[in-house]
């Protein structure tokens, strides 16, 4: 797994790098057999006309020619990073959840097709 950086008008610490690259190295278990690229968008939108200071933070990734993509506004960029990465997570397990159905789709079906023959219920 890759992690790019992509980092607009904000200061990032190395304290806060390192958390961010090791809260998405935990998505790992998901995708145990794919060599993927997540970037990581860090910009400051904040201007006259907005008032106040928003951060955003975008996670992208694009997992067998699915695009995964999450985006949080917020004042705080650790706090907006923590809510992109736990929806961006959610999209992932979906989506790792439907390869196994898949993968286990035809030996389900022939189990179900045994049972019905037999007219038991799983």
């Known amino acids: 797994m890759k992690i790019e950086f992509h980092i607009k008008d904000v200061v990032l610490t190395s304290k806060q790098k390192a958390m961010m690259e090791k809260k998405i190295l935990?998505?790992?278990?998901?995708?145990?057999?794919e060599s993927v690229k997540?970037?990581?968008?860090?910009?400051?939108?904040s201007s006259p006309e907005k008032g106040g200071v928003d951060q955003s933070v975008e996670l992208s990734t694009v997992i067998n020619g699915e695009k995964i993509?999450?985006?949080?506004?917020?004042d705080r960029l650790?706090?907006?990073?923590v809510r992109a990465q736990?929806?961006?997570?959610?999209?992932?397990s979906q989506l790792h959840k439907q390869?196994?159905?898949k993968s286990h789709e035809g030996?389900?079906?022939?189990?179900?097709?045994?049972?019905r023959a037999l007219r038991l219920k799983k």
Do not use: H, M, S, W
């Open 86 to 92: 736990k929806a961006f997570e959610r999209q992932i």
């Open 26 to 33: 935990k998505l790992k278990r998901y995708l145990k057999d």
């Open 38 to 45: 997540i970037d990581i968008y860090l910009r400051d939108d």
């Open 69 to 74: 993509f999450a985006r949080d506004v917020d």
């Open 99 to 101: 390869k196994i159905e």
């Open 78 to 81: 650790l706090r907006g990073f």
């Open 107 to 115: 030996t389900d079906n022939y189990i179900a097709k045994a049972l």
